[in-house]
T-cell receptor, first 111, second 114 residues
Framework: KQEVTQIPAALSVPEGENLVLNCSFT??????LQWFRQDPGKGLTSLLLIQSSQREQTSGRLNASLDKSSGRSTLYIAASQPGDSATYLC??????????FGKGTRLSVIA | DAGVIQSPRHEVTEMGQEVTLRCKPI?????LFWYRQTMMRGLELLIY????????DSGMPEDRFSAKMPNASFSTLKIQPSEPRDSAVYFC????????????FGQGTRLTVV
């Protein structure tokens, strides 16, 4: 059974810093890894989807990497801004099965 | 497309009452998922459908929970009777195809059972 872990549970950084959020999964036979952002009281917004054949995906200041063999993915945020404050969730997808989610990392970017 | 639409956004009900949550997936998507989110357990899958057919309902906590998808554009999650421990945010998500495609989530229904 796939299990997804995100460490740390919470992170606070000053504005302008580059930061890395971590995601690990137990079953490396995944088809894709998806990163989401969740603002308080809101739904999940998809940020990046990495296919199993890919090593990374980029969107603006965000870069997500995937290492299936080690069961890890990272989300890199460059030049962080207060507007980046939110909870970031990763989810592992394995073929014709639903995404399995980590519990998220709550990010606070301090101005 | 307006995205995945859930209603109501907030629901407060008394213990023992029936609650029905509704979801309209993105047009053309053929997989639909119901998740529940709590502080303690995070996001948990309750049930999912492919082409309107329930595939796995092993996440449904008890017989008090039921879900239907009568057509490709509508699904319901019903709790009868509701209990305080059912209080959570319930999310619906949809995607096209069965693998390697992006999943999109609705804004969720915040359920409070008093």
């Amino acid at each position: 059974k796939q299990e997804v872990t995100q460490i740390p549970a919470a992170l606070s950084v000053p504005e302008g810093e580059n930061l890395v959020l971590n995601c690990s999964f137990t079953d490396s036979a995944i088809y894709n890894l998806q990163w989401f952002r969740q603002d308080p009281g809101k739904g999940l917004t998809s940020l990046l989807l990495i296919q199993s054949s890919q090593r990374e995906q980029t969107s603006g200041r965000l870069n997500a990497s995937l290492d299936k063999s080690s069961g890890r993915s990272t989300l890199y945020i460059a030049a962080s801004q207060p507007g980046d404050s939110a909870t970031y969730l990763c989810a592992a997808g394995s073929g014709n099965t639903p995404l399995v989610f980590g519990k998220g990392t709550r990010l606070s970017v301090i101005a | 497309d307006a995205g995945v639409i859930q209603s109501p956004r907030h629901e407060v009900t008394e213990m023992g009452q029936e609650v029905t949550l509704r979801c309209k997936p993105i047009s053309g998507h053929n997989s639909l998922f119901w998740y529940r989110q709590t502080m303690m357990r995070g996001l948990e899958l309750l049930i999912y459908f492919n082409n309107n057919v329930p595939i796995d309902d092993s996440g449904m906590p008890e017989d008090r929970f039921s879900a239907k998808m009568p057509n490709a554009s509508f699904s319901t999650l019903k709790i009868q009777p509701s209990e305080p421990r059912d209080s959570a945010v319930y999310f619906c998500a949809s995607r096209w195809g069965t693998e390697n495609t992006e999943a999109f989530f609705g804004q969720g229904t915040r359920l409070t059972v008093v």
